[in-house]
Nanobody
């Protein structure tokens, strides 16, 4: 069973930065691709970023490309999402997810965390 716990969310002003963390189960961190998704109020959950199990391949949504960076430290069983130049439209609950391969599609991820709130004030 893969367990995922997100942290690092909070309130930040426009243009600010936050780093989200996703702590994973010890025995599975090195063999799963990981993704970050977000869901804003009244909207469907959407893809943000993903990283392969080795960290050698990444993928980003166009809306965050150049501002967000996904990375992982398998020795620490943790995946990160560095978010810079934040905008009010980035306000959402952010979820991390684990799946067998790197993908932008939610259905490819079988394990999900509970989410962490990110609020960007204008």
């Amino acid at each position: 069973q893969v367990q995922l716990v997100e942290s690092g969310g909070g309130l930040v002003q426009t243009g600010g930065s936050l780093r989200l963390s996703c702590a994973t189960s010890v025995r599975t961190a090195s063999i799963y691709a990981m993704g970050w998704f977000r869901q804003a109020p009244g909207k469907e959950r959407e893809f943000v970023a993903a990283i392969s199990w080795s960290g050698g391949s990444t993928s980003y949504a166009d809306s965050v490309k150049g501002r967000f960076t996904i990375s992982r430290d398998n020795a620490k069983n943790t995946v990160y999402l560095q978010m810079n130049s934040l905008k009010p439209e980035d306000t959402a609950v952010y979820y991390c997810a684990a799946g067998p391969i790197i993908s932008t599609m939610q259905r490819m991820y079988g394990y999900w965390g509970q989410g962490t709130q990110v609020t960007v004030s204008s």
